[in-house]
């Protein structure tokens, strides 16, 4: 089906978000809204709308369905807000009748923590007469003006990868610059310098607008496996806990699956390492990361250090240092340390990657290269790591900018490049309606060596 951006609104997919487990819990349902569903008496000053779940969601995407005059003007993009919570920042007008709908039948990507689409939700509601309150102002053309010099100031000096992209920043202030100047809410403001940063098409860029988070740039990944089809093809494979499952093939093999390593799953990581212990004396373990989009590198590292019996550096780092006559500060090694605390596994190891895997996750790949005897299958990595931090331009805007640049251990850079596997795998959209040749490979090399 072919969809017009006036069909569905707001729809958005982060594959790395997803877990990437098979469906295995009941559908999720919108229990509350705010408004009612069904109010025809609405305070046409609302700002926010929400819609609260009666499960934990998947919160690497959303889909906010509908079009035309009815649908809510939206100010900047949904968010959630906690595991259960989506919401919507609105511009309303008075005596209007709305419609939208959670889901719906050409876009689900609303959906639980075990990936299981949510109920579509039809929604209604209308305004009660009255006027609506202007939006507030983002501080004058004059502050507006001092943003964009903030902006401009900031690429100059803090953002490290401003060279690696080639682009000519002079003229795109000048092309941007106008609509930026002229923005008469945060909001707007900020989706105007994130249009002029989208051509960075850098993953670690994006702006806040008070509450509002506006991502400048959204990737496109081409998944190299399915989770369904996971299910049929690992014996035994179980959720453990968000975001970790597991599985044992017939000859002893284990198989782990993490699909992010954020700090939220920090306390679900506990069954990561039962399983290590549960597999200790496997013959061979497959570590699964191909849906893992990133999350906290420490995170990564008290897992990778499972496997090593001694410190080894896996990557390095330059800060931005406009001080600097290279315009970065001396190289930073980074190490990885044995987990003396956690069940270990010395057995032979692959690792599954994809191109969902950026940033920390990606981190993890080169930790994973250092453990002796351990190869990487499937395909290159997304090739994203910037250490993203805060930037004030003064007029209610925070820009975020990468303040780094990741190297491998030899010095070179990954950026726009990613983690090459040692043992490539395609893959087709047909074979993996039914099989899983990245998965059949590691096993194929674990029961040959």
């Known amino acids: ?214 991502p400048s740039y959204k990737r496109d990944v081409t998944r190299n496996y399915n989770r369904a089809v996971l299910e049929k093809v690992v014996p035994g494979f179980r959720k453990l806990s968000d975001g970790v499952y597991s599985g044992r093939f017939e000859d002893g093999i284990g198989y782990i699956l993490i699909d992010s390593w954020s700090s939220d799953h920090a306390e679900a990581m506990e069954q990561a390492y039962a399983a290590i212990w549960e597999f200790s004396g496997a013959p061979g373990l497959i570590v699964d990361v191909r849906p893992n989009g990133g999350g906290a590198e420490p995170l990564a590292r008290q897992f990778a250090g499972c496997f090593v019996d001694k410190p080894v550096q896996y990557s390095k780092h330059v800060y931005r240092s406009a001080k600097a006559a290279s315009g970065f500060d001396e190289p930073h090694d980074r190490v990885l340390e044995p987990n003396r605390y956690r069940p270990k596994y010395r057995g032979k190891i692959v690792v599954l990657m994809g191109q969902a895997n950026m940033s920390s996750c990606e981190s993890f790949l080169l930790m994973m290269k250092q453990v002796p005897g351990c190869k990487l299958i499937g395909s290159t990595s997304y090739g994203s790591s910037g250490n993203p931090k805060p930037v004030d331009l003064g007029n209610g805007i925070t820009v975020y900018l990468p303040s780094w640049k990741d190297l491998r251990p030899d010095g070179t850079c990954l950026e726009g490049q990613g983690i090459t596997p040692d043992i490539p795998i395609t893959v087709t959209t047909a074979a993996l309606e039914s099989t899983d040749p990245v998965l059949q490979a590691a096993l194929t090399l674990l029961r040959k060596r």
């Open 1 to 214: 089906m072919r969809l017009s951006k006036r069909t569905i609104v707001l729809a958005w997919m982060t594959l790395a978000a997803w877990p990437a487990a098979c469906v295995l819990a009941a559908p999720p349902k919108v229990i509350e809204t705010v408004p009612k569903n069904g109010d025809m008496n609405v305070d046409p000053s609302l700002q926010e709308m929400r819609f609260v779940f009666d499960q934990d969601m998947a919160r690497g995407g959303y889909s906010i369905c509908g079009g035309g005059p009815q649908f809510p003007k939206t100010v900047g993009q949904p968010r959630w807000v906690d595991k259960r919570t989506l919401s919507a920042r609105i511009k309303l007008e008075p005596d209007h009748d709305y419609r939208l709908s959670i889901n719906c039948p050409a876009a689900t990507n609303c959906r639980s923590a075990a990936g299981e689409p949510a109920t579509p939700y039809p929604m209604t509601f209308k305004t009660a007469p009255g006027g609506a309150p202007a939006e507030p102002k983002a501080g004058g053309a004059g502050t507006n003006a001092q943003a964009i010099i903030a902006l401009r100031k900031a690429i100059d000096e803090q953002y490290s990868y401003r060279d690696l992209r080639k682009l000519d920043w002079a003229a795109l202030f000048t092309r941007y610059a106008p609509a930026m100047e002229s923005a008469t809410s945060p909001a707007a403001f900020a989706q105007a310098a994130a249009d002029l940063l989208g051509n960075a098409k850098d993953m670690h860029i994006w702006l806040e607008a008070g509450a509002t988070q506006i």
